[in-house]
């Protein structure tokens, strides 16, 4: 055998100077004969790999030069390379028509089951084996893509990737860094979270982990929603669902402009990014018309005071479906709120929570047979400035027989409600709020009224983590001085007089809504 295989590969030697292996194979001039060479080489069996290595010796001793033999070697590395990738791909190919044998479900139906996987769990399956992975590239499995985790994973491209495989099919897009596990956009604590300088849910800085667990190429940057725009907006003509969480390099140029190309937006969350109220905001009237959903929470609580009244209008205008807004987080005052709550004429969720200038002062006549009277829902949880007699006005309405669609009510706060002279002079527990009395008459409203024990802010006993959330909350406050010492007037109306209300809504303000 050895003379055989020696004789053989002598005949067959090439020059030192010879072409790489590809070309090598190039002298067998028929399938057959490569079939029958291929057939006996790997007829030899296992105990002949001796005999192998010495053949390979005495060609190599044969050899004038280092050069030719170095040559050689590359060349028996290369051929077990090229028989190694043979093999796997012939395994692949019989492991995936296996499958296919097998596998109990039809394609389309197949198709189906793979469509309802999230994102995740899409990849994770897709790279099981090469009959799963050919669905997985289907576009209808990647109408709805979820790329949001609690630590980046993903870049613009992994993103650019997955809205081209999409294509036209493209309905819902989430993408960003969430909070925590356990965070939903619900929930009244914020979802602000950044990667320069936080805390993720381990419990330890992000900072920390980052050489570790991700560099830079794993964050997204202002120019994700790009692929949106490609292929004249293709992508982002039937795009129902956009949610984006805490992009850090997301500006408002950028998101203007993907919202540009969502024409067909019904659904718009936005928590933590460094974009303005108003440009947002004016971005949506103009572009998103059809859209029912808005949920905007800022990155800076109680800074943003961008808002003006003429965006409010154009927005109530540009987007007449709307059912559910949520505002978290910005400075707001009660007429602009009261613009956008009594102009919505199909609204049925509000959530202003952790507003900074609200009173409740647009709660007003707000049941009395105009657009406020069928909400279904209001939110004002950690509204600082939310005074404890506008509640009492309010719930009075609705024991009154107004608000007969509401169902769910949440003044809760953290520290307590406003007094009616000073917004500084808290109530722990209101007196003059008829929770029993609304609990009773009205025991379909789910009411939530949640404030803490006065005596854990008189003896000092607040939670220190709770204390500081609450200085960072407040602008122009120093560690020194109390929390509510800073600023004794609301900054409500505008430059208004801190006394001025609005008990009825001007002829103007009724002909702006109505037109």
């Given at each position: 055998m050895d003379t055989l295989i020696r004789s053989s590969s002598l005949r067959k030697r090439p020059c030192c100077g010879g072409d790489p292996l590809p070309i090598e194979f190039s002298r067998v001039s028929t399938p057959e004969q490569m079939d029958h060479l291929l057939e006996a080489f790997l007829g030899l069996s296992d105990s002949s790999s001796v005999f192998l290595d010495l053949s390979l010796e005495r060609l190599l001793e044969s050899r004038a030069s280092d050069s030719e033999q170095n040559l050689m070697i590359d060349k028996v590395l290369k051929l077990g390379s090229v028989l190694v990738e043979a093999g796997n791909r012939s395994a692949r190919k019989r492991a995936s028509k296996h499958n296919s044998i097998v596998w109990a479900l039809p394609p389309d139906l197949t198709l189906k089951v793979f469509s309802i996987l999230d994102t995740r769990s899409l990849c994770y399956a897709a790279a099981t084996c090469s009959m799963f992975n050919k669905c997985a590239m289907e576009p209808l499995c990647y109408s709805n893509i979820d790329l949001t985790s609690i630590i980046p994973k993903v870049n613009n491209a992994v993103v650019s990737a997955m809205i081209q495989r999409a294509g036209k099919g493209l309905q819902s897009l989430k993408l960003g860094i969430l909070s925590s596990p356990t965070a939903s956009p619900g929930s009244s604590q914020p979802m602000v979270f950044s990667t320069k300088n936080s805390v993720n849910a381990s419990g330890y800085s992000w900072n920390n982990?980052?050489?570790?667990?991700?560099?830079?190429?794993?964050?997204?940057?202002?120019?994700?929603?790009?692929?949106?725009?490609?292929?004249?907006?293709?992508?982002?003509a039937l795009l129902r669902r956009l949610h984006l969480y805490n992009i850090d390099r997301m500006d408002n140029a950028a998101l203007c402009t993907a919202l540009s190309t969502c024409p067909s937006l019904l659904d718009l969350e936005i928590v933590g990014l460094h974009v303005e109220l108003r440009q947002t905001l004016e971005s949506v009237s103009k572009n998103c018309h059809f859209i029912e959903r808005l949920f905007f929470e800022s990155s800076k609580t109680g800074r943003d005071d961008s808002l003006k009244s003429p965006t409010c209008i154009d927005l109530v205008n540009g987007c007449p479906h709307l059912t559910s807004l949520?505002?978290?987080?910005?400075?707001?005052?009660?007429?602009k709120v009261r613009i956008l709550v009594k102009g919505f004429r199909k609204l049925k969720s509000v959530d202003f929570s952790t507003s900074y200038s609200i009173t409740g002062t647009f709660l007003r006549n707000l049941g009395s047979g105009s657009n406020g009277s069928s909400l279904e829902v209001i939110i004002l949880r950690d509204c600082m400035h939310l005074k404890e007699t506008e509640v009492a006005r309010f719930l009075a309405a609705v024991l009154a027989g107004e608000f007969k669609f509401l169902r769910h009510l949440d003044i809760s706060n953290r520290e307590g409600l406003a007094g009616e002279a000073d917004w500084y002079l808290r109530r722990y527990s209101p007196s003059i709020i008829p929770i029993t009395r609304v609990l009773e008459e009205r025991p379909e409203i789910c009411f939530l009224a949640e404030f803490p024990d006065e005596t854990s802010f008189i003896e000092g006993d607040m939670d220190s983590d709770y204390s500081l959330s609450l200085q960072l909350s407040l602008p122009f406050t120093s560690s020194s001085e109390s929390s509510y010492s800073s600023d004794h007037g609301s900054g409500n109306e505008d430059g208004r007089d801190v006394g001025y209300v609005v008990y009825e809504e001007s002829s103007d303000e009724v002909d702006i809504l109505n037109t």
């Open positions: 982990k980052k050489s570790r667990q991700c560099k830079e190429s794993c964050f997204l940057t202002r120019s994700c929603l790009t692929p949106l725009g490609s292929d004249g907006g293709a992508a982002g949520a505002l978290r987080g910005f400075k707001l005052h009660d007429y």
